[in-house]
Structures are given as structure tokens and as C-alpha cells.
């Protein structure tokens, strides 16, 4: 969806924003998304399985939230106030997709149940039964 952009989206980023030609293909642009949203699920996988307490749980998840929420707002304003609004509607509906992903990501880790992990029992033990 991001890399459909409009014809002066292309031009713009093909002449002046030579930075984000990485946005004009469809499979360059997933694969870093995927990337994105892979690190940040790695992230908080790692986090959740090493923190025990509750309350130390949901803070890494938070930050992500509030990161993410802040970097919402900064793209709809950027789709509404600045020359991106000219770029079509996948487009900038391509960046929405991916924050509500990232949203996602935080909410499964922040509602995520913490699993008691039983003890293995000893070979003593199991040869007494």
C-alpha cells in the first residue's frame, strides 16, 4: 500500500527526497516494516520472559505504546498539514496499518498472562512412585 504513491510522490522522492526511495518498492518497504515490528515483538518477548513482577512488565510496553501513539499523531499530522497530503489514500493508510500493528504488538504483551513454569521433577523422585 505505501509504495502506491501518487505520480508527484514518486517524482518528489525520485528528484528531491532521494532518502525514502526504499519507499517506491512494495517489497523493500514490507521487508523494513516486518524488520520494525519484529525487533519491537523481540523486544518486548525478551522483556516479558526475564521480568517477573507486573508492574515491571507493563513498563516496557507502555513506553512502546506511548511512543507509538506519539508517532500516530505525527503521521496524521504530517498526512494533513504537509505536502504529504498530496500522496494518495494506500499510502498514507499503509502508515496507519503499521501503527495500529504496533499498537498490537503492545497490547498483546501488556495483557499478556504471566505462565508459572512447574518444576522438572528430579530423577530421584520419579523413581520412588
Keep these: 500500500m505505501i509504495s502506491k504513491m501518487s505520480l508527484i510522490g514518486k517524482i518528489g522522492i525520485t528528484i528531491i527526497y532521494n532518502e525514502y526511495t526504499i519507499l517506491k518498492s512494495w517489497w523493500k518497504t514490507a521487508f523494513l516494516l516486518f524488520v520494525i515490528q ?67 504488538n503492545c497490547l498483546f504483551f501488556m495483557t499478556k498472562k504471566m505462565h508459572k513454569i512447574e518444576d522438572i521433577p528430579k530423577e530421584e523422585e520419579i523413581e520412588m512412585n
Design 38 to 104: 519484529a525487533v519491537i515483538f523481540i523486544a518486548l518477548s525478551i522483556w516479558n520472559a526475564n521480568t517477573a513482577k507486573r508492574f515491571k512488565r507493563l513498563l516496557l510496553p507502555l513506553i512502546f505504546l506511548f511512543i507509538g501513539i506519539i508517532g500516530f499523531i505525527y503521521t496524521y499530522y504530517d498526512f494533513t498539514e504537509t505536502s504529504h497530503r498530496l500522496l494518495k489514500k494506500t499510502f498514507h493508510i499503509g502508515f496507519y496499518i503499521f501503527w495500529l500493528t504496533w499498537f498490537g
